[in-house]
């Protein structure tokens, strides 16, 4: 079994009076997001990234917005979850790289704290994990300010060269 790869791609628009979370780091510059979990779009898409790389469906499979539980996931949580999944299907994780895009707030300050929570949760090095963010310079629904999207790509390897 050799190296496989995964895109994952996630967006949510933005929604007042929840925390924006975004990699596993709160955001206090901007509202939060919408959805089922805390909305965590950069981990959401790395999820799906790794599940795809695996061939074992996506997030929605395994922790479905119908399902109670997930309801204000701490998406960390389910990226845990994800990556003992893959352990238990023979896979580590790689190495992952992600852009972010969203016309606010301004990402930069916080692209270290985002690669360093991410790490430790993939339980890989800081190297292993890429976080870029760029704005649509107005174009569309994102390039308004309406919400954020993710787009990542996640490389898993046999799990024992861990």
């Not at 790869?5 to 780091?25: E, M």
């Not at 109670?68 to 998406?75: E, H, L, N, P």
């Not at 949760?121 to 292993?128: C, D, I, P, R, Y």
Request: aromatic content about 4%.
């Amino acid at each position: 079994m050799n190296q496989r790869i995964g895109i994952g791609f996630d967006s949510h628009r933005f929604a007042a009076a929840r925390p924006f979370i975004l990699g596993g780091v709160r955001i206090s510059e901007s509202d939060g997001l919408q959805g089922h979990s805390d909305a965590d779009a950069l981990t959401h898409a790395i999820i799906d990234a790794l599940l795809g790389a695996a061939a074992l469906g996506d997030i929605g499979v395994h922790f479905p917005p119908s399902d109670g539980r997930w309801a204000d996931a701490d998406s960390q949580d389910l990226l845990t979850r994800t990556v003992d999944l893959l352990a238990r299907h023979g896979f580590r994780v790689g190495n992952v790289d992600a852009t972010v895009v969203a016309e606010r707030p301004r990402l930069a300050p916080h692209i270290a704290a985002m690669r360093a929570q991410l790490a430790r949760t993939l339980q890989v090095t800081e190297e292993a994990v890429s976080v870029k963010a760029t704005r649509p310079e107005g174009l569309g629904a994102l390039g308004r300010g309406e919400g954020v999207a993710v787009q990542a790509v996640a490389q898993i390897v046999p799990g024992h060269d861990c």
